[in-house]
């Protein structure tokens, strides 16, 4: 399912169940009211979900339907992998002028899956896995808080404060990501 086709469901919604029926809204598919399933997030090709999109998309998720489509390894893998492929396009450049640093992302669920994001003069290299280099921050947290995070439905520093994100090394960097990368809203 493109991005168009899911537009597309969203101004076919039933006019009772329509939060947002705006231009580029993302919502619910016609077949399943009451919840996103793995089923449609499977047939949707992310790669041409907006970021914003995508922020909408991920705001109108209940903590339940995160855990739902997150039990599912090959799902969770591919919005994992989606959301840090972006992470080049979505950092700001001016803002990690002279910045160079190694940043590991831990995120935990029925399996933890890790990727690191390079800064380095201006540009962003992301890869999966962890490399045998000591990282200058290492962020852990869980699948929810991820989502909710890289879609800017959450407040970096409110998740730190409640122990739902681990911040290890440079506290400083992690408290300065919002400044070195776009974070698409649902709004």
């Known amino acids: 399912m493109t991005a168009e086709e899911?537009?597309?469901?969203?101004?076919?919604?039933?006019?009772?169940?329509?939060?947002?029926?705006?231009?580029?809204?993302?919502?619910?598919?016609?077949?399943?009211?009451?919840?996103?399933?793995?089923?449609?997030?499977?047939?949707l090709d992310l790669t041409t979900v907006s970021p914003a999109e995508f922020a909408r998309l991920a705001a109108g998720l209940t903590d339940a339907e995160v855990a739902d489509?997150?039990?599912?390894?090959?799902?969770?893998?591919?919005?994992?992998?989606?959301?840090?492929?972006?992470?080049?396009?979505?950092?700001?450049?001016?803002?990690?002028?002279g910045l160079s640093a190694l940043i590991r992302w831990e995120i935990v669920g029925a399996t933890t899956e890790t990727y690191e994001v390079t800064v380095d003069a201006g540009r962003c290299v992301v890869r999966a896995g962890a490399s045998p280099a000591a990282p200058r921050t290492t962020l852990t947290l869980g699948d929810l808080e991820f989502l909710r995070l890289?879609?800017?439905?959450?407040?970096?520093?409110?998740?730190?404060?409640?122990?739902?994100?681990?911040?290890?090394?440079?506290l400083a960097l992690a408290a300065g990501l919002s400044r070195l990368f776009l974070v698409p809203t649902a709004d």
């Open 150 to 170: 890289t879609s800017g439905a959450a407040n970096p520093f409110g998740l730190y404060v409640a122990r739902r994100v681990r911040v290890a090394g440079d």
């Open 6 to 43: 899911v537009r597309d469901t969203g101004r076919r919604r039933d006019a009772a169940t329509a939060s947002d029926t705006g231009p580029g809204a993302v919502s619910r598919p016609a077949d399943a009211p009451d919840r996103v399933t793995r089923r449609w997030l499977a047939a």
């Open 69 to 97: 489509l997150a039990a599912d390894p090959a799902l969770r893998k591919r919005v994992l992998d989606e959301v840090f492929a972006r992470m080049p396009c979505q950092m700001r450049a001016e803002a990690a002028v």
